[in-house]
C-alpha cells in the first residue's frame, strides 16, 4: 500500500513519501530548509491564543511569520485539547482563522480520543469529530482541509469515521489520537487502528499519521497507506540528549562513538557534545535527529520505486521486539495489502525470515495457480537452482523416465501420462514448472536452512494442492527438507485404500536429468496464471508458431500465421499483447474480466492510443493489479485499445488526476 505521489499546493509540490517538521511559530529552533523539508507543520491555535504573534500572523501571513515559503499546514489546536482537556476557540473560529493566516492546508477542530478508552466516550466524541468535520467541509472555502479519523481503538468506529468524512471530499486525512498508542510502544494497536482507517479513506487524498516523528515507525506506516508523517520529536529528543537513528533510539550518555555519518556525527565525539552547554548540544542532536529522519524518508521513496519497500520493512521492524509484534500483526491484513501490491516490480523477493511468508506476492501466487488447469497426476521436484526447469538435477533421473513415461508403473501405466510437475521450495510452496519464470518465481531468493515456520508453512500448501490430484509422487528430498514424516509413503507402487498415493524418489535418485518442458503447456499455463483459467486456450490454439530468442533460447513471440498474437517479456515472462491477442482475450473472457472501461469522451483518444487518465475511468475489473496487462472498452464493451495498468482497481476507480493506464495500442 506503499505509495509515491505529488501532493499540490498553493505554496508549490511536495513528494510524498514526506515527512514535516513541526515549528513552533514563537520559537524556531532549525531553519529546516536547509535540511530538504519541503513542507512543515505549525500550530494556529498557538497563534490565535497569544497576542503578540496573532498580531503578527494577521498582518503578515504565516509563511512570513515563521519564514518558511512552501507549503505550511496548520494544526487546529485539537493536541492542546488532548493535552489539557479544554481549550477556548470553537471550530468555525479557528478554521476561520486559519483561512486569514495563509494556511496551504488547515485543520478541524477534532476530539482526540485516547486509545482504550471506553466505547460511550468514542462514540459521543466520535459525534462531535464527524459534525465539525461536516461544518468545516462547508465554511473550508478555498482552504485545502485535513480531516482527521478518529475512533479511539475500536476498529469499527475508526472504519465509520474514516468512511463517514472520506466521502466529505476533505483534501488529507490524518490519522489521530495515535500518540499514546506510539509512546507506550503498543505497535500492533498502532496496525490495526492505522488499518482499519485507511481501508475506508479514499485512496486519491492523501494520509497524515499524526505524531508519528520516530524515523524507526516510517517505513511500516508507509507500507499500511501513510503518506505523510510530523516530527516534533527531532526537538523532543534533542532535549533530552537522546540520538534517533531508523534504528532505535541513543542515549547521548551511553555512547561511544557517534551513531551515522551525519555533519554533527562526523565532526563532533560524544563526549565533546556532552561537554557542550545545554542549548548548544541541543541544537545539534536536533540537527542530527532531522537529518536523519529525512534521509529515513528518502530511503523509503527509493524503495517504493525498486519494489523493496516490504524488505525495508521487515528491517525495520526488527530494531523492536514490539514492532516485530506489529509486522506479525499486518499479516491479518495481507488480503489486502495483495489488492495493492504490483503484479511485477523492479526487484526481487528477498525472504528476511518466516514473516515474510504473510507477504502479498505469496498469497496471490497461491490463489493464481488455481487458475491453471489440473491434471490427473502430480509430480513434486526438490528446489534446484532457479529457474527451476532449466536446472533440474537428477531427483527425476531414470525414474522418470522408466515409470512416469509409462513403463513399468505397476497397475496402470497411461495413468501417468497426464501429469503436473511441479517445484517445491521457500517461500512460494507449490511452483507449477511451466510458471516457474514468472515474476516472482524466479526472482527471489530465501535461505537454503530452513525454519521451521517455512516448513509448516510448505508443507501445508503442499498438501492442499496434492489433494486435488488423483496420484502424486514426491521426492524423498521434499519430505526431509520440511519434516513431513507424517505423510503416508507407498512405495511399492501398491494401490492404497487413499486415493493419494505417495510414492519415495529417493531409490531412484540417479543421473543427472533435464526436463523438457512443453512449450505449448508453458504459454497456455502462463497465460492462465496471467488472465485467468481459459486464456491459454483462447490465446494459443494447437498450431500456433513459437519464436524463441537465438542467444537465451527463451520464448519470445507467439505467431499464428504470421500475425503475432502475444510477447514474452523477457524480465519477468509475462505475457505483453498485441493486437490479435487482446481481440482474442475480449472474446473469450466475460465482462468485466481484465477491462478498464473508459466514458464516451475519451473513447476517441483510448482508440489513438492516447494513455487513459483515471478521471474517465468509469468501470473496472476489481482484480486488475498495478502493472498488469489490460484491455481498453468503451461502456458497449468495445474493445478500443489494451495497454498495462499504472494503479490498482481501487485507486484507477477512486482518482481523478494522472494516467491509470499507459496505452500500448489503440485502434483495435
Ligand atoms: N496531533 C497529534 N494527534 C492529533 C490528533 O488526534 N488531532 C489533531 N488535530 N492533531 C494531533
Ligand atoms: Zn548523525
Redesign the pocket.
Known amino acids: 500500500m506503499g505509495r509515491t505521489g505529488i501532493l499540490t499546493t498553493p505554496h508549490g509540490k511536495i513528494k510524498t513519501p514526506a515527512l514535516m517538521p513541526v515549528i513552533h511559530p514563537g520559537k524556531q529552533t532549525l531553519d529546516v530548509k536547509e535540511f530538504g523539508a519541503e513542507v512543515v507543520i505549525t500550530n494556529a491555535y498557538i497563534m490565535y491564543k497569544n497576542v503578540e504573534l496573532r498580531e503578527k500572523v494577521l498582518e503578515d501571513g504565516v509563511h512570513k511569520l515563521i519564514d518558511f515559503p512552501g507549503p505550511i499546514v496548520t ?5 492542546q485539547l ?1 493535552l489539557y482537556g479544554d481549550i477556548d476557540v470553537d471550530n468555525k473560529e479557528i478554521i476561520e482563522f486559519q483561512k486569514i493566516i495563509g494556511t496551504d492546508i488547515g ?4 476530539i ?1 480520543t485516547p486509545p482504550f478508552v471506553k466505547r460511550e466516550r468514542a462514540e459521543r466524541d466520535l459525534e462531535i469529530t464527524i459534525e465539525r468535520a461536516k461544518e468545516a467541509s462547508e465554511i473550508g472555502g478555498d482552504m485545502m482541509m ?1 480531516s ?1 479519523v ?1 475512533g479511539s481503538t475500536f476498529h469499527d468506529l475508526r472504519s465509520k469515521c474514516a468512511e463517514e468524512i472520506g466521502s466529505m471530499g476533505f483534501d488529507v486525512y ?6 499514546p498508542l506510539m509512546e507506550s510502544y503498543r505497535y500492533t494497536e498502532l496496525v490495526d487502528v492505522v488499518m482499519a482507517s485507511v481501508k475506508n479513506l479514499p485512496d486519491s487524498q492523501p494520509r497524515h499519521l ?2 508519528a516523528g520516530h524515523p524507526m515507525v516510517f517505513a511500516l506506516a508507509v507500507a499500511m497507506g501513510c503518506d505523510l508523517f ?1 516530527s516534533a520529536a527531532y526537538i523532543l529528543y534533542a532535549q533530552d540528549d537522546r540520538i534517533m537513528m531508523p534504528t532505535g533510539t541513543f542515549k547521548l550518555a551511553n555512547l561511544v562513538e557517534m551513531p551515522c555519518s551525519c555533519p554533527v556525527c562526523s565532526n563532533h565525539t560524544p563526549d565533546e557534545l556532552r561537554s557542550m552547554k545545554k542549548s548548544d548540544r541541543m541544537l545539534l542532536l536536533a540537527q542530527h535527529n532531522l537529518a536523519i529522519s529525512l534521509a529515513e524518508i528518502r530511503k523509503i521513496r527509493q524503495c517504493i520505486v525498486d519494489g523493496n519497500l516490504m524488505e525495508l520493512v521487515e528491517q525495520r521492524c526488527r530494531v523492536h521486539p514490539y514492532l516485530l509484534d506489529a509486522l506479525r500483526n499486518l499479516k491479518k491484513y495481507t488480503s489486502t495489502l495483495e489488492e495493492y501490491d504490483p503484479a511485477s516490480k523492479n526487484s526481487a523477493f528477498f525472504y528476511s525470515g518466516p514473516e515474510s511468508l504473510a507477504r502479498p506476492e505469496i498469497q496471490r501466487h497461491l490463489s493464481r495457480i488455481n487458475r491453471i488447469p489440473r491434471k490427473k497426476n502430480l509430480l513434486l521436484l526438490p528446489r534446484s537452482r532457479k529457474p527451476y526447469s532449466k536446472n533440474l538435477h537428477h531427483d527425476l533421473g531414470k525414474f522418470y523416465l522408466k515409470h512416469i513415461k509409462g513403463e513399468t508403473l505397476g497397475d496402470s501405466q497411461e495413468l501417468w501420462e497426464d501429469i503436473q510437475v511441479a517445484v517445491v521450495d521457500v517461500p512460494f510452496a507449490v511452483i507449477p514448472i511451466e510458471i516457474d519464470e514468472v515474476y516472482p518465481l524466479a526472482q527471489n531468493e530465501s535461505p537454503i536452512i530452513t525454519d521451521e515456520d517455512s516448513k509448516k508453512f510448505v508443507s501445508a500448501e503442499m498438501e492442499k494442492y496434492m489433494a486435488e490430484f488423483d496420484n502424486v509422487i514426491i521426492s524423498a528430498k521434499i519430505l526431509d527438507r520440511f519434516d513431513m514424516y507424517t505423510i503416508e509413503l507407498d512405495s511399492g507402487g501398491e494401490t492404497s485404500e487413499n486415493p493419494l498415493r505417495v510414492y519415495s524418489l529417493e531409490e531412484y535418485e540417479l543421473d543427472s536429468f533435464r526436463l523438457d518442458v512443453d512449450d505449448r503447456e508453458k504459454i497456455s499455463s502462463i497465460a492462465d496464471y496471467q488472465f485467468g483459467t481459459g486464456a491459454g486456450k483462447a490465446l494459443f490454439p494447437d498450431d500456433v508458431q513459437i519464436v524463441k530468442s537465438r542467444k537465451t533460447g527463451k520464448i519470445r513471440h507467439i505467431y499464428e500465421d504470421k500475425t503475432l498474437i502475444a510477447t514474452l517479456r523477457a524480465t519477468d515472462s509475462v505475457f505483453v499483447l498485441d493486437r490479435e491477442g487482446a481481440r482474442r482475450l475480449h472474446s473469450l473472457m466475460d465482462y468485466p474480466k481484465n477491462r478498464v472501461v473508459v466514458n464516451a469522451d475519451a473513447d476517441p483518444f483510448a482508440r489513438e492510443g492516447k494513455s487513459i487518465f483515471a478521471k474517465f475511468v468509469i468501470d473496472c475489473d476489481i482484480n486488475i493489479r498495478s502493472n498488469e496487462e489490460v484491455l481498453i472498452v468503451n461502456e458497449k464493451d468495445d474493445l478500443i485499445a489494451y495497454g498495462k495498468s499504472l494503479l490498482c482497481s481501487h485507486e484507477i476507480m477512486d482518482f481523478n488526476t494522472g494516467q491509470a493506464v499507459k496505452t500500448r495500442k489503440g485502434g483495435i
Open positions: 494544526d487546529s489546536g485539537s493536541f488532548s485543520t478541524s477542530l477534532d482526540p485535513n482527521v478518529q490524518p490519522i489521530g489520537a495515535v500518540v499524526m505524531g510530523d
